[in-house]
């Protein structure tokens, strides 16, 4: 069975436990959630950045194209009838975003370069250019997806894939600008112009962001291989088919490095088909960061733990050494307690029987007793017997006395230990009643020649009933006498002392021995030194009993040498009558 | 009928004697479109496209005498000025070999060309001073209209008819033609690009013929 002890290690360290891990997932969340809040704020920061870019440039590109279809030249062309002259007068208006040597990726985003136009005709196909050199070749396939069903009545942006005539695999950023006849308001014709795109990659050195377009399945991103390029076109794909958001972002893996990929509908409510923008932002950095925290957090962890367990055991030593000694204490208490408790049963039993027998006897024997005592007293009115039977009769009348005495204070004391004894209290002078005891010890015949000091005021009013103060009295003093020695002494003391009356009665003569002094309250006790001396071992038993039924008690001060002393203590009676002859 | 159709219609009476030249007259009444504008005191004549018609605004009307005349001995010399951004007059009849000059009566330059199939030409940019004032020659009968490469709104048009007997009604609509030939011939009212009214006349000498186009 475990111990107190270790029960309360195994608790705390649970709870420890618990609590560490509880504190080291919501650290380690925390953590996490403001490394991922960083990194999307870094990522979001980079792509705010682009779409700027990019809004510039179509702004102006858009107010560039804007610009050129509202040419008189253009619309003379074509509202006049003389399509004939289209490219041509286009040739000289758009001679300046055409013209100039092939520029680079960034000058072309700057410069707004364009590398081819076309226009559309009414119905929205591709008016074929007299010259398609100096208006940027496309092959018939590429042109024939400028094409509209019908003319757009907004500007359109699209990306078209795949220029045969350049080896490198790219995509151009087309704007469809819609043409209305200045004389009948309506669409006649769009001017298709097709930009080299943005490119985002290398503006920005150090964020390793990457930006491609997927277009019809595929992506275009430079700087990855075809088969990332393949494998991330196909996620996009199923991505973007899946859902109708225009913008989200997921994690992808990038030859084994994690990337956080963004994508975002690059022409929204275009009629040319949906493509997206794409960015690729690597992770590995913030993985790294990520990892080494989590490291740094587990080892706090561990820390935290191991300080954990060494504190609750600590404690656990602490707190369980005064339970443990409890549980010990308690057990052998128990045991205890069962014993004293059957010891008590028995004893009350026995009480209570004996209670029961010595009331019962007491009872029987006095009514004998009676006739006894009446048929002896009777025997001594008669005149007729000798001197000598007198005698015999008193010495008989004497022990039906001692007999009487005996029964009285047997019953008494069954009265008490079956608790049916009442006292009715009221002030009792007791210096008046030692007055009167003694009186009546002096008027005893007595061969010892005893010497009696009083030392107590003339009131002291105790609480009690008169009779049952009047037998302890009784007994002390016929006691002190009893035990006296010839030409000795009795000492009668009283003092108040707070609320008690303190009574000393003390006499010369034989000690009683320390064994016996143990046992001087017992019923039916006799000192051993005073067997020769009547007495039936009730006396001081009775006095103490009554005594305490008084909210005092009785006890022997000393013996030793030539004086022995009891101390009896009442309590003081609340209220003095006002009146000296009340008191009897 | 396309002015081409009346020229060669006329062509077949080429023959036929002119016995006289004068003295006939025409007048009448053109109903021109409502004005869309509110008449204000300093009139000025645009060109307005309304659905893909051109017309001028106040609306004005050019009658002319259709038929086969002999052509003039001197080519005639017209003017379409550009002032305030805005060709002046806005519509001019002329007959066809005539040579019209564009002077440029603004502070800015003008770029003055037509992509008209009656006539293409371009006369470049040019500055108030330039001489001589460019013009061009416009010998083939038709509409043309005329713009400006560098104030998109800017139109003009020029009416080249195959007949020296043509007038711009005022903006009421009235009109008279005096000096005809007697003869048979068609009165032709040029109300916008899209629309021509015709009605054959009988002119005799001295007489004053009175039509009206309602």
Same mark, same amino acid.
């Given at each position: 069975m475990m111990s107190f002890r270790t029960k309360l290690l195994t608790a705390m360290m649970l709870v420890v436990s618990a609590l560490t891990i509880l504190g080291l997932y919501l650290a380690q969340r925390t953590v996490a959630a403001g490394a991922e809040h960083d990194l999307q704020a870094n990522f979001q920061a980079e792509v705010s950045w682009l779409h700027k870019v990019q809004e510039l440039r179509h702004a102006a590109l858009l107010e560039r194209c804007g610009a050129l279809v509202a040419k008189p030249r253009i619309h003379a062309a074509l509202e006049d009838n003389a399509l004939d002259l289209l490219y041509p007068s286009a040739k000289d208006e758009l001679r300046d975003l055409m013209e100039g040597d092939e520029p680079s990726p960034e000058q072309a985003a700057r410069t707004l370069h364009a590398r081819f136009y076309r226009f559309l005709n009414g119905t929205g196909a591709v008016l074929s250019p007299p010259s398609p050199k100096d208006i940027g070749d496309l092959s018939a396939d590429t042109a024939g997806q400028l094409a509209f069903k019908k003319l757009p009545e907004v500007t359109q942006i699209g990306y078209l894939p795949e220029r045969t005539d350049v080896a490198e695999k790219t995509v151009d950023e087309i704007m469809a600008v819609p043409i209305f006849s &200045?004389? &009948?308001?309506?669409?006649?014709s769009a001017l298709v112009v097709g930009f080299e795109p943005f490119e985002f990659a290398g503006q920005r050195t150090g964020a390793g962001m990457k930006s491609g377009i997927w277009l019809n399945g595929i992506l275009h991103l430079p700087g990855l291989s075809q088969s990332a390029q393949a494998y991330l076109g196909g996620k996009i794909t199923n991505t973007v088919t899946k859902s109708d958001r225009a913008q989200s972002n997921f994690t992808v893996s990038v030859n084994g490095a994690p990337h956080l990929l963004f994508y975002e509908r690059l022409n929204p409510d275009s009629l040319f088909p949906p493509a997206y923008e794409i960015c690729i932002y690597p992770l590995a950095n913030s993985m790294a960061r990520l990892h080494q925290l989590r490291w740094q957090i587990a080892g706090a962890g561990a820390l935290l733990l191991l300080g954990g367990f060494v504190a609750s055991n600590f404690v656990a030593a602490r707190l369980s050494a005064p339970v443990e000694k409890l549980a010990v204490d308690s057990e052998r208490n128990r045991t205890q307690r069962k014993r004293a408790e059957a010891a008590l049963a028995s004893t009350s039993e026995e009480l209570e029987r004996s209670t029961r027998y010595s009331a019962d006897a007491s009872h029987q024997l006095k009514t004998p007793v009676t006739i006894l005592r009446a048929g002896l007293e009777a025997l001594l009115t008669r005149e007729d017997f000798d001197p000598g039977v007198y005698h015999e009769l008193s010495v008989l009348l004497h022990q039906i006395h001692r007999l009487t005495g005996v029964i009285d204070d047997l019953l008494l004391l069954s009265l008490i230990d079956a608790g049916h004894l009442q006292i009715e209290s009221e002030p009792i002078n007791l210096s008046q009643l030692v007055e009167e005891w003694l009186d009546d010890l002096g008027a005893l015949p007595d061969s010892l020649d005893v010497k009696i000091e009083k030392k107590f005021p003339a009131e002291l009013y105790v609480a009690g009933e008169k009779r049952y103060i009047s037998l302890i009295v009784q007994n002390l003093l016929e006691n002190s006498r009893k035990y006296n020695r010839p030409e000795g002494r009795i000492c009668v003391a009283g003092h108040k002392d707070t609320d008690e009356i303190v009574l000393n009665i003390g006499n010369t003569g034989r000690p009683i021995t320390r064994d016996a002094q143990e046992h001087i309250f017992e019923r039916f006790h006799r000192g051993s030194g005073g067997t020769a001396i009547s007495g039936h071992g009730l006396g001081l038993n009775l006095a103490r009993e009554l005594a305490r039924l008084h909210g005092g008690d009785l006890r022997l001060v000393g013996s030793d040498s030539d004086w022995t002393e009891f101390e009896v203590r009442f309590r003081v009676a609340q209220q003095a009558p006002s009146r000296a002859a009340e008191i009897v | 009928m396309d002015l081409r159709g009346i020229v060669s219609f006329n062509a077949i009476f080429a023959l036929l004697p002119i016995l006289v030249f004068a003295e006939a007259s025409i007048e009448g009444r053109v109903e021109l479109p409502k004005s869309h504008s509110a008449p204000v005191m300093a009139k000025r004549y645009e060109i307005v496209t309304i659905g893909g018609v051109l017309a001028t605004q106040p609306p004005l009307a050019v009658v002319y005498l259709d038929g086969s005349f002999p052509k003039p001995k001197s080519p005639s010399m017209k003017q379409i000025g550009q002032k305030d951004l805005a060709f002046l007059p806005s519509l001019l009849p002329v007959q066809v070999g005539t040579r019209v000059e564009f002077p440029n009566l603004d502070d800015t330059y003008h770029n003055i060309f037509s992509y008209s199939p009656a006539k293409r030409f371009d006369l470049g940019r040019y500055r108030p001073e330039e001489r001589p004032i460019p013009s061009e020659v416009f010998d083939v009968p038709g509409l043309v209209v005329l713009r400006c490469d560098i104030h998109e709104h800017m139109r003009g048009l020029l009416l080249v008819l195959d007949t020296p007997y043509f007038i711009t009604t005022d903006e009421e609509g009235r009109f008279r033609l005096s000096g005809l030939p007697s003869g048979h011939y068609t009165l032709k009212a040029w109300i916008d690009s899209k629309t021509t009214r015709e009605k054959p006349v009988d002119l005799k000498r001295g007489a004053t013929l009175h039509v009206d186009f309602l």
């Open positions: &200045t004389e &009948t308001g309506d669409v006649i | -």
